[in-house]
């Protein structure tokens, strides 16, 4: 199985403001994806990033307000921009195709 | 398109005694079923998948799931539960050929009393 960091593992941030969140893997992955998980509610997936293309958004997720970036097979990043306090959440990376394997999660808090 | 339904938010179960979470399962195909345990302020961890073969899949933690086509189901369960069991269990589905995202349930939260 992979290990999985995200940095950071929480942030506080104030409406208007954008925070990049990095996901780096102990291995070279194909597959990465980025999820989000609001507040008592399940995952919903956001975007799958493959190195060397450009990430593929699920309905409801648009490029400008959730750039990822994907510049290698071991890192990827996503940034949450001009944040609302609806976009409070936990993102999680994950990796992997039969079986996939998660971060630890960030917990971003919007004011 | 696939979906998975866990109908019950909280599961309530004494120490020792047997668990069962339940899912059930629409997709096209032959689905690929997994299940994930989520324990507070904690990232997923993966617990078992059904992608072929035996209906009956052992996963981490002393966890099984049976997988039913004709029910459309893939329940979790375990022959005794502990208190360290107590956390939030989510089903996920993939399609076959439809990419390798999940789709996820709502989720169920197990309670095991002492």
Known sequence: ?111 | AQSVAQPEDQVNVAEGNPLTVKCTYSVSGNPYLFWYVQYPNRGLQFLLKYITGDNLVKGSYGFEAEFNKSQTSFHLKKPSALVSDSALYFCAVRAPRSGYALNFGKGTSLLVTP
């Open chain 1, 1 to 111: 199985s992979a290990v999985i960091s995200q940095k950071p593992s929480r942030d506080i941030c104030q409406r208007g403001t954008s925070l990049t969140i990095q996901c780096q893997v102990d291995s070279q992955v194909t597959m990465m994806f980025w999820y989000r998980q609001q507040p008592g509610q399940s995952l919903t997936l956001i975007a799958t990033a493959n190195q060397g293309s450009e990430a593929t958004y699920e309905s409801g997720f648009v490029i400008d307000k959730f750039p990822i970036s994907r510049p290698n097979l071991t890192f990827s990043t996503l940034t949450v921009s001009n944040m609302s306090p609806e976009d409070s959440s936990i993102y999680l990376c994950s990796v992997g195709d039969y079986e996939q394997f998660f971060g630890p999660g960030t917990r971003l808090t919007v004011l």
